[in-house]
């Protein structure tokens, strides 16, 4: 996911993906954590994504 990408959508959209994308690193944390995650990899760059989703909202709000 691409911050460019990002930008054109509108605040409601990023906050719906922000709320899905903050579950998806839950549930890995929680697989993780349980030794059921095959690609450790994955919850990096979900983190990753979510800081760049919220660095974007805050972006818009100024």
């Known amino acids: ?18 709320k899905e994308l903050e579950e998806e ?3 890995l944390k929680f697989r993780a954590a349980s030794q059921q995650l095959e690609n450790t990899a994955r919850l990096r760059v979900s983190r990753q994504d979510v800081a760049r989703l919220k660095t974007v909202l805050r972006e818009k709000a100024l």
């Open 1 to 18: 996911m691409k911050a460019a990408d990002l930008r054109e959508l509108t605040v409601a959209e990023l906050q719906a993906k922000l």
């Open 25 to 27: 690193v839950f549930n």
